[in-house]
């Protein structure tokens, strides 16, 4: 059961006051975590480790470009 109708959601409740630069921050620890991730899994053998880890970094990577100089490489989906 919905506690709202649609529409209604009050603005406290929306991301109306995230910024850029919060999202950025986001995108640069994401980086760092990912490269964490990467690391302690190849050094511990774990191989799901390993690969969230590089995803993790590829997608924030992806994200802090896109917003800093404009890259859209997947424009035309």
């Known amino acids: 059961m919905a506690r709202y109708k649609e ?13 850029d630069d919060m999202l950025l921050l986001t995108a640069v620890l994401g980086v760092l975590i990912g490269l964490v991730l990467t690391y302690l899994g190849r050094k511990g053998s774990q191989m799901w480790m390993w690969v969230w880890g590089i995803g993790l970094v590829f997608c924030s990577a992806y994200l802090g470009l896109s917003m800093s100089i404009g890259l ?6």
């Open 7 to 19: 529409g209604e959601i009050p603005k406290e409740q929306l991301a109306v006051h995230a910024s």
């Open 72 to 77: 859209k490489l997947f424009e035309h989906f």
